[in-house]
């Protein structure tokens, strides 16, 4: 089939899908499709559609916008968007029935404020920061913000939570710890006589690997896409990636020995060599960093000298058709480039480098049921 594209991401849906399906079967919790960041630049529309095929419950973002995008594309399930919105965002939020994470007190006061001001009620999850060090009210601020959510009857209070820092370690004290400061909070809930909401604590690494942390729901992004939390909390068997990163061949020619190949000229040819050109440079997330390597003919060719914006060239064995494939992440024939080790030469983890793709790579998905 001819290709459109001249670079282009696949997305295998069936992936997402089987992947979510074995999440849900792993972890017997009800399951949050963590779609933040377009989808973790797989596409967030489609991943929805295909997590919530999967069995997934709910979907978590990190902006209105992101929510807002799920909405108008007739996505149903419930949202949390985990990151903050400005009080400006409370009525459009409301409106789409999106729920929103309260990170502090004052945040509590100025949503059940607006929320009042527009005669609606804004569903709320409060969350606490039992070790992350980031978003969320410290447990012993946790009763206050509470009272202050009760306060509020335009508030209601659907969930609790709280977010691991490290759960993707193979040492399990932090995440223990966290998880006890957590469950102090829900104590003290408790002991005041107020209902308890939904609980929620595990990100994927946790949803695996910490069943103690499953609670009520699981939040998971990263496992859905068939990408490992961490080297020290890898998937199980039979997680598959979705994405697979291709281009066509754009030149192909031989240039003499000791020329220059691309700016500041820092490579030289060795000899009488074949450079091949690649359509696809920094500004679609493919980095300038050293050494990069791609997969042309199902095996391994060097990236040389620095990548472009655009461009990227490649030492080859011979000279080659144009359009032949060439694959940036994933499987040609036996041969694999994973996201992990892209990280790896990029000095980064895969969440970097797949959110990092550029929105003007197309998405071309397959695989949907
Ligand atoms: C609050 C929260 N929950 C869950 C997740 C999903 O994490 P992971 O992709 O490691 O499963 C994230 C992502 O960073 C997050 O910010």
Known sequence: MENRFVTWLEIDLSAIEDNVRRLCALTRTPLMAVVKANGYGHGARQVARAAASGGAAWLGVARLAEALELRAAGLRLPILILGVVSV???????????????PSVELARAYGQRAAALGVQARIHLKIDSGMGRLG????????????????????????????????????????????????????LREEGLPLPMLHAANSAAALNFPEARL??????????????????????????????KAQLASCKELPAGHGVSYGHEYLTRGPEVVGVIPLGYADGFRRARPNTVLIQGARAAVVGRVCMDQCMVRLPAALPLGT?????????????????????????NYEVVTGLGARVPRVYTGER
Do not use: K
């Open 88 to 102: 400006a965002e409370v009525e459009a939020a409301v409106a789409a029935d999106v729920a929103l994470t309260v």
């Open 137 to 188: 009210v410290v447990p012993n601020e946790a009763l206050t913000a509470l009272r202050e959510v009760q306060r509020h009857t335009a508030l209601r209070l659907e969930g609790l939570f709280t977010h691991l820092a490290r759960a993707d370690e193979s040492d399990s004290a932090p995440t223990h710890a966290q998880l006890a400061s957590f469950q102090t909070v829900v104590d003290g």
């Open 216 to 245: 009520g729901l699981v939040r998971v992004g990263i496992a859905m896409y068939g990408l490992h939390p961490s080297a020290e909390a890898p998937l199980p068997e039979g997680f598959r990636p979705a994405l697979t990163w």
């Open 325 to 349: 494939e060439v694959v940036l992440i994933g499987r040609q024939g036996s041969e694999v480039i994973s996201a992990e080790e892209v990280a790896e030469r990029w000095a980064t983890n």
